[in-house]
């Protein structure tokens, strides 16, 4: 029998990624059972403390077993650590070690949301693609810069690392590695059983784009704040680098560095998010919120739009304009 680690790091406060991962891998085994097998898998919430408390204590975990106590397993999940990575990082020195020894005897870790900056930590992700909560992908890369970060992606695996997007997207990374584990069947089944869209690959309309300023470059960051009050207005890059005195490529170079975004990347970028904001709180039409970001091509408009958000302009109006129409009805 495999065995399968769920973390309960100290100083972290998000319960429901430690509970939904345990609970779903326990109904694959049960599936798995019912289908003539063993289970494949023994699973344990290990910490390095007797108990943690989350939501303010208001809930409390008392892990199966302590860390040191497991020489070999072959699954580690880390869970969720909201917005309080930096203090999971002081308050768990010994972790990153401990996941590097266990990756080294061959166990295969996953990472939900906030929860790449403990694997990061250990060094495991310099140089492989790394996924995590879109809000936190600035001061992800300032933090680990050796890691390729894919803020798009919903899921990352790459040499026996699993890594994910935010919130509740964990769920679509506990259906892949079932799959993985077991078969396709008991994915399926658990997808079925806790309403889980199976195959989902992206998290991209759900991000929003604030620009990378977390950069000391002041040139760039008055060009960044420039583009963003001229978002309707058309500008070549060329035109832009002369606006702030810096040679095309010199210019291209340190916008890259500073934003991880092209120049041409940014600006599409902002005009998407702008794009989005509109579809989501007004009746107009995809031809006017089209002119009004400064696009004067349908179709070019729409290659723009699905590149960042994974859906047409009218496929996102249609999603979310139909709710904010709901959630306004509600509160009337």
């Not at 679509?172 to 993985?180: C, F, G, Q, R, T």
């Not at 810096?246 to 560095?257: A, E, Q, V």
């Not at 120049?263 to 009746?283: D, G």
Request: proline share 2%.
């Amino acid at each position: 029998m495999k065995h399968l680690t769920i973390l309960i790091p100290a100083g972290q406060n998000n319960l429901s990624s430690i509970t939904g991962a345990y609970e779903i891998f326990t109904k694959a085994n049960q599936y798995w059972q019912s289908k003539g097998h063993e289970p494949l898998f023994e699973i344990q919430l290990a910490g390095s403390s007797d108990e943690v408390e989350f939501n303010g204590g208001l809930f409390k975990v008392k892990p199966h077993i302590h860390l040191e106590s497991i020489h070999h397993t072959d699954l580690i999940i880390i869970p969720s650590l909201n917005h309080q990575y930096t203090m999971a990082l002081n308050e768990n020195e010994k972790l990153p070690e401990w996941l590097l020894m266990q990756y080294n005897r061959g166990a295969e870790i996953a990472s939900i949301c906030t929860g790449a900056f403990l694997l990061a930590s250990a060094g495991l992700l310099d140089g492989k693609s790394c996924s995590t909560h879109w809000s936190v992908t600035d001061i992800f890369r300032q933090m680990f810069p050796k890691v390729i970060l894919q803020a798009d992606k919903l899921m990352t695996d790459e040499a026996g690392l699993y890594t994910n997007g935010g919130a509740y997207s964990f769920l679509n990374l506990m259906i892949y590695l079932i799959e993985k584990y077991y078969d396709r069947d008991t994915a399926i089944y658990c997808s079925k059983v806790f309403q889980i869209e199976i195959d989902r690959n992206t998290q991209s309309q759900f991000s929003i784009f604030t620009g990378q300023k977390l950069h000391n470059d002041e040139q760039v960051l008055q060009a960044q704040e420039y583009l963003e009050q001229h978002l309707n207005e058309k500008m070549s890059v060329e035109e832009l680098s002369l606006k702030f005195n810096i040679g095309r490529r010199n210019f291209d170079r340190r916008f890259i560095k500073a934003t991880g975004n092209t120049p041409v990347e940014y600006v599409q970028r902002l005009k998407t998010e702008s794009a989005k904001k509109s579809f989501e709180t007004n009746r107009k039409t995809i031809r006017e919120v089209m002119f009004e970001v400064g696009y004067s091509d349908m179709k070019a408009f729409r290659s723009v739009f699905r590149k960042y958000t994974g859906l047409s302009p009218i496929q996102y109006k249609a999603r979310y304009y139909k709710e904010s129409l709901m959630v306004s009805q509600t509160k009337n």
